[in-house]
T-cell receptor, first 114, second 114 residues
Framework: AQKVTQAQTEISVVEKEDVTLDCVYE???????LFWYKQPPSGELVFLIR??????QNEISGRYSWNFQKSTSSFNFTITASQVVDSAVYFC???????????FGKGTMLLVSP | EPEVTQTPSHQVTQMGQEVILRCVPI?????FYWYRQILGQKVEFLVS????????KSEIFDDQFSVERPDGSNFTLKIRSTKLEDSAMYFC????????????FGPGTRLTVT
């Protein structure tokens, strides 16, 4: 069975600090997809990134970067120079096939104070 | 930019009543999903729908739940006889058929059962 663990329940940082959100996953499939979603206080779920199991290249998008390591089954998310608008709950998710259900972690609440 | 829409944004109902939650997926998407999120908890998969039939469902999706695509644009979730524990945010999501496996979520419907 697949599982996603986000051990950090809540992280508080001051604006401009860098912060890393951890995600560890379990799956028996060799082909799988990893995702990060952001849930701001308004409640919607915003897609941030998808990663395929066969592509371990790290990705950077502006202040966001993702570190995918199959050897440790981790898919960590770093926000550089955090801003107050980054305050949200961040969910890591996994799907074992391209079309199947997402299994979400419990989420990490990020609080960025001015 | 195309987006998933959901109505109503908030529904209050009495225990034992039937509710129908409505979703309009992104127009060229062919995979549809319902998830729920009990307040403060993680997002949980309910059901996926493809080619006019259920492709996958979770243990939560029991006989009280049903889904339907009544026309070319709407996708509905019906709860036949609501219970207090059905109170949650219900998210609809949709996904393109090939190439892109990320699911795009609607803003959610907050269901309150009293």
């Amino acid at each position: 069975a697949q599982k996603v663990t986000q051990a950090q329940t809540e992280i508080s940082v001051v604006e401009k600090e860098d912060v890393t959100l951890d995600c560890v996953y379990e799956t028996r499939d060799t082909t799988y997809y990893l995702f990060w979603y952001k849930q701001p206080p308004s409640g919607e779920l915003v897609f941030l990134i998808r990663r395929n199991s066969f592509d371990e290249q790290n990705e950077i998008s502006g202040r966001y970067s993702w570190n995918f390591q199959k050897s440790t089954s981790s898919f960590n998310f770093t926000i550089t120079a955090s801003q107050v608008v980054d305050s949200a709950v961040y969910f890591c998710a996994l799907s074992e096939e391209g079309y199947s259900a997402l299994t979400f972690g419990k989420g990490t609440m990020l609080l960025v104070s001015p | 930019e195309p987006e998933v829409t959901q109505t109503p944004s908030h529904q209050v109902t009495q225990m034992g009543q039937e509710v129908i939650l409505r979703c309009v997926p992104i127009s060229n998407h062919l995979y549809f999903y319902w998830y729920r999120q009990i307040l403060g908890q993680k997002v949980e998969f309910l059901v996926s729908f493809y080619n006019n039939e259920i492709s996958e469902k979770s243990e939560i999706f029991d006989d009280q739940f049903s889904v339907e695509r009544p026309d070319g644009s709407n996708f509905t979730l019906k709860i036949r006889s609501t219970k207090l524990e059905d109170s949650a945010m219900y998210f609809c999501a949709s996904r393109a058929e090939t190439g892109h496996y990320e699911q795009y979520f609607g803003p959610g419907t907050r269901l309150t059962v009293t």
